[in-house]
Structures are given as structure tokens and as C-alpha cells.
RNA sequence: GGGUCGAUAGCUCAAUGGUAGAGCAGCGUCCUUUUAAGUCGUUGGUUGAGGGUUCGAAUCCCUCUCGACCCA
């Protein structure tokens, strides 16, 4: 600890700060605002001190040379999170962004004064601690402290140490605490950023280019999805957030950049759930000269990737457990096929399903325990039966094939059998994590399709995009995965809401003013 | 939007109509290799907000806020 120079107002030796009041002794935001202000009697400002560490906990530890006993240095920084104090040495740990690693502060070794001070610090303050590594007897690498400084005094006091945080609005609103005092959360948000790294690398290792695409749009096109409204007060109009990324990135293809992705955010203006959050983040993909079979290799590679190089399961094997269902993914092997018909017919146990009139659909379809709504189109219903009784039940990697064509405006038609398009949906865990398509690129066969889906609004559909495929884009295999859900899956959470650092909330009680308890 | 459940000390939780408690944290001791450290003592509450019933409400009723789960 940088303490003042000899003749500043120090007391020397004893108690360097003054004991508290005893009437705020119950108040941790009173005591520490106390605390902080006797520190600065001293001459210390905790918010000014400045502290370089040569190692994150993690490094540290892994910079100990076994029995060599208080040879390395390393300087080592984080927050305070456990405080074993023995009277007259402390063990003490602090967290970083790699994990915990302990100090042990002696007060023959810091010094009287320093000690003391250090005894008045709080589980929650940033500390920075310089000294040498030892083991202790029970085993553990431990850097033994010469000099301290404190970096940041912490005026609130953390959550319990054993229990965490568990109260799940105050884990949304003050993630910062949450991946604090709860490691497991810790573990699985900083999964997450290893998982979008690893697929920012698995593309360009493949000579795909990431590029950025606006969040504003003037037509909110590529997907079926309530969009959000904003306002461009100098331009006087009104944009959409971008629902997709997909007619942006196509417009590159046609612009010669033949591999593409986006790792984009996208506002979707509907409902919350377990499964859903209004912004999320989708990764699209699109490769020149390639198709959906292309994607299919592409994607069963890219998981693959992730689930040993990322999730790294133990075993060695690439099985990953489901946590809804107890059962083990497998990515390993081949992934199975299936063609969406004979899902349905398999569902319903109807061969004749898809020749059946509508009310026989609707009443089959309620026999199955679903509501139906009359005004669905007949491949609604059918879909209904798709998502509700099939999807979930898909729980090994599955590419559903051959979707029929109503389901997407901007996919190929098989050419065997024009009802069906070139697509696959990939199904894991019962989820979809990645709907894939052979690209429609023949400008007139898009302008249909995107007519037949407007119906009367014809003012939604995007023109410019269909003036960029009259000047000619490449054929073109093309996916999304939604990163969120891949997350959920691969880290075993159990809500999108446990992958999203801050999920949407309603706006809740304002916080305490500052200063205030 | 509908249904169910929940909100009590900084945190994790008790208290089912009759004096709001515990553990951790805090505060004050003891302890120079601890591992949820141990030890002795101790402070701390507008029971989410508002209204009602009652001699008496954390507890029962109503409204609202926020959240979780399920459904749409």
C-alpha cells in the first residue's frame, strides 16, 4: 500500500483509522463512505491509485514452479471475495477475470502500518497485491503479499459469500454482482464469448468475411417478425430495426463478396419467454456457389468444432447433456435426416395427411391436443403439428428436409417436386437452432413469392433488394443460427435469459440515489 | 393478455392472526498456513407500495408495482 511519507498525517503505529460510530455500525453503505473518508484523511484516494499487474489469477497460478518457494514475483489484481483474518496475518482471495487466486498478507512482512490498513478493508474493494508465489500446506498456490495498494473502494457490500445471489431479477438487473458471488454464471456468460469467438474463427479459417450491416432499416424484410419503430428526427422519418440480416447480406453476394456472415443483433417486437428475448443476436452465413446441402456440412462442422474445442467434454467423447430432457446430445457421427412429410405423417399417424381437406386436418390436429385456429392457412396447421408435437421431441441433431414451400419466400424450390423447397431446419435439443436454405437468386421467382406474402402491402416489400438480384447474384447456400440457442444448448442453461449478460426487463424501482443507503 | 406462485435485515432464508428470528455480512475482541476458517460479544426491520377486515396483520381481503413458471 502506498502509504503517505513520513511527517504526512499518518498516525504512526496502533490504530491507524479511528474506530466507527457506533450508531452506524449497521449501515455497510455508512461504515464503508465512513471508511473511505478516513482513508482519505490519510492521504490515500482509493479511485486515483493506479496498479499494474503482471499476471491474471489464473496465470499466476500457473507461473509457480514447483519447490520454488517465494522466487516468483508477480503482481496480481481483483476483488476482494473472501477475508480469513488470524489476527496478525490474513488469508484473503480476490477474483479476476480468470478466477480466484489467494494472498497472504503478514504483518512482519507488509509492515505495522500497512497491515492495519489492510485490516479495514472490505470483502467487495479492489485490491492490488505484489509478491512472490508458495504453496500452502494444504496445497494451494498462494502469492505471499510485500506491498498492497488498494484500487477502488467498494461502498456496497457483496452478497452472501455461500448462498450467492438468487433472487433472479436482482441476478438480471446487477449481473455484475451475480457473476461475482456466482461462478456457475460467471462460467456460462464467459462460455458464451468463447463460443462466438470460436465461430468467428471457424468461418474465417474458411475465408468468410464478417461484415456489419445497419440495425436501421427503412423496410424491415428477410424474416416474419413484428419489427420495432424508431425515429430519425433529422431525416423526419420513421425506421424499423432490422428483423434479419439476410437481405443485406445478400446484396453483398451480389456484390462479389462471395463468403459473408454477420454476427448481428436483431429486435424482434414480441413477446418475452423462456426462449425468446426482443434482441438477440443471429449469425447469418452465405456462401457463393454453394447450397443447403453445403450449409449442412458447413453447420455439422461448426458444432462439432464448438463442442470439442469449447465445451471440451470431459470423457473426450462430443456428447453434451440436455438439461430439459437428462438425455446426451451426440454430435458425433452422422446426423440424422428427415424429410418434414415424413415427420407429419409419423406425428399423426396419417399417411394420407397432406391430402386430407382442411377441417379433417383441424380436427385430426385437435385430436393431437392442439388448438387450431380456422383462419390458418392448411400448411399453418399442419405447421402447428410440426412445432408443437415434433420439434420437441427432436432431440439429437436432426436436419429436417424438404419444408414445404409457404414456409420461406426466399428459398429455392426443389426442382424434383416444386412444393418443397431446397432447406433444411436444424433440430437439437428440441429447439431450432438453424434453418438453412439453397438461395433464391432468379429475381422474377422472388418478386412472386415476396407479392404472394404481402398480400396488400405491397409497400413492405423491399424493391431495392429485388433491383440488386436483377443484377445478377451468384448461387448461394445461406443460413442463420441463433446464437442465443446454441448458447442455451451447449452450456446446459435453462433460459435465454441465463445466456444474455442483460436480459430485458421491465424498467423496475429506480436504484438508490448515489450516496444514499 | 390469462392462470399459478413469489417479494421479510446488505445477502440466503424462518416466523400461518398474538413480543418479526437465524446463518452469512457488518461492528468490537482473541488467533502468523486458513479453505463456507475458528472464537467470544454485539448492532441492524416502514415485512415491495397503498387501502381494507380485526382488540390485534408479515400472516386474511382488495388494488398496484416488479419478478418466476405455465398458457395464448
Redesign the pocket.
Known amino acids: 500500500m502506498r502509504l503517505p511519507r513520513p511527517g504526512a498525517n499518518a498516525t504512526v503505529g496502533g490504530s491507524v483509522m479511528s ?2 460510530p ?1 450508531d452506524i ?2 449501515d ?1 453503505h455508512a ?1 464503508r463512505r465512513q471508511k473511505l473518508a478516513e482513508l482519505r484523511a490519510v492521504g490515500i484516494d482509493p479511485f486515483r491509485a493506479n496498479f499494474a499487474p503482471t499476471h491474471f489469477s489464473g496465470d499466476a497460478v500457473k507461473a509457480y514452479v514447483d519447490g520454488q518457494e517465494n522466487t516468483v514475483p508477480v503482481a496480481v489484481a481483483g476483488r476482494l471475495v ?8 490474513q ?1 484473503v482471495k480476490i477474483l479476476d477475470q480468470q478466477g480466484q487466486i ?1 494472498l497472504y498478507v ?3 512482512v507488509v509492515g505495522d502500518e500497512a497491515y492495519a490498513i489492510f485490516k479495514k478493508l ?2 467487495g474493494d479492489i485490491v492490488g497485491a505484489k509478491g512472490t508465489l ?1 504453496k ?3 496445497g ?1 498456490v ?1 502469492v505471499r503479499v510485500d506491498s498492497y495498494t488498494l484500487v477502488s473502494k467498494a461502498l456496497r ?1 457483496l ?12 441476478v ?1 438487473r446487477q449481473r455484475y454482482l451475480d457473476v461475482i458471488v456466482n461462478s456457475e454464471s460467471r462460467e456460462r456468460l464467459l462460455l458464451r464469448s468463447r463460443i462466438v469467438s470460436q465461430v468467428r474463427r471457424f468461418l474465417e479459417d474458411r475465408k468468410f468475411i464478417e461484415v456489419e450491416t445497419p440495425v436501421l432499416e427503412s423496410t424491415a424484410g428477410g424474416a416474419a417478425a413484428r419489427p420495432f419503430v424508431t425515429r430519425h428526427n433529422a431525416l423526419g422519418v420513421d425506421f424499423f430495426l432490422r428483423i434479419a440480416t439476410e437481405l443485406r447480406l445478400k446484396r453483398m453476394l451480389v456484390g462479389g463478396f462471395d463468403r459473408v456472415f454477420e454476427v448481428g443483433r436483431i429486435f424482434r417486437n414480441e ?1 418475452v ?2 426462449r425468446h428475448n426482443p434482441e438477440f443476436t443471429m449469425l447469418e452465413v452465405y456462401q457463393a456457389y454453394s447450397d443447403y446441402r453445403g450449409m449442412m456440412a458447413l453447420i455439422q462442422e461448426m458444432l462439432t468444432s464448438l463442442v470439442r474445442d469449447v465445451i471440451r467434454p470431459a470423457d473426450g467423447s462430443l456428447k453434451i447433456k440436455h438439461a430439459a430432457s437428462g438425455q446426451d446430445i451426440d454430435f458425433g457421427g452422422t446426423w440424422r435426416e428427415v424429410r418434414y412429410k415424413d415427420l407429419i405423417k409419423e406425428a399423426t399417424g396419417d399417411a394420407g395427411w397432406f391430402e386430407r381437406p382442411k377441417a379433417e386436418k383441424i380436427s385430426r390436429a385437435e385430436a393431437l391436443g392442439l ?1 387450431i385456429n380456422p383462419s390458418w392457412e392448411e400448411f399453418e396447421i399442419t405447421n402447428e403439428v410440426f412445432s408443437k408435437k415434433i420439434e420437441p421431441t427432436l432431440i439429437q441433431p436432426t436436419f429436417v428436409t424438404h419444408l414445404p414451400k409457404e414456409l420461406c419466400p426466399l428459398a429455392k424450390l426443389n426442382p424434383d417436386d416444386p412444393s418443397v423447397l431446397d432447406v433444411f431446419e436444424l433440430t437439437i435439443g428440441g429447439m431450432e437452432v438453424a434453418p438453412a436454405y439453397s438461395e433464391q437468386n432468379d429475381p422474377d421467382t422472388q418478386r412472386e413469392m415476396f407479392e404472394r406474402q404481402a398480400g396488400e402491402e405491397k409497400q413492405n416489400i423491399d424493391q431495392d433488394f429485388l433491383l440488386a438480384l436483377e443484377h445478377g447474384m451468384p448461387p448461394a447456400g445461406g443460413m442463420g443460427v441463433g446464437i442465443d440457442r446454441l448458447c442455451i444448448l451447449l452450456t446446459g442453461a435453462e ?1 435465454i ?1 441465463d445466456v444474455i449478460l442483460f436480459p430485458q ?5 429506480p436504484a438508490p440515489e448515489a450516496g444514499k443507503s
Do not use: C, N
Open positions: 474506530d466507527l457506533a455500525s449497521h455497510q461504515v473472501v477475508i480469513r483474518d488470524m489476527g496478525k496475518s488469508f489467494q503478514k504483518k512482519d472490505d470483502l508458495f500452502t500446506k494444504t494451494e498462494t457490500p452478497p452472501e459469500k455461500w448462498h450467492g445471489l438468487s433472487d433472479p431479477e436482482q438480471y413477446g419467454s423462456r388448438s433460459s435469459r426487463l421491465r424498467p423496475g424501482a
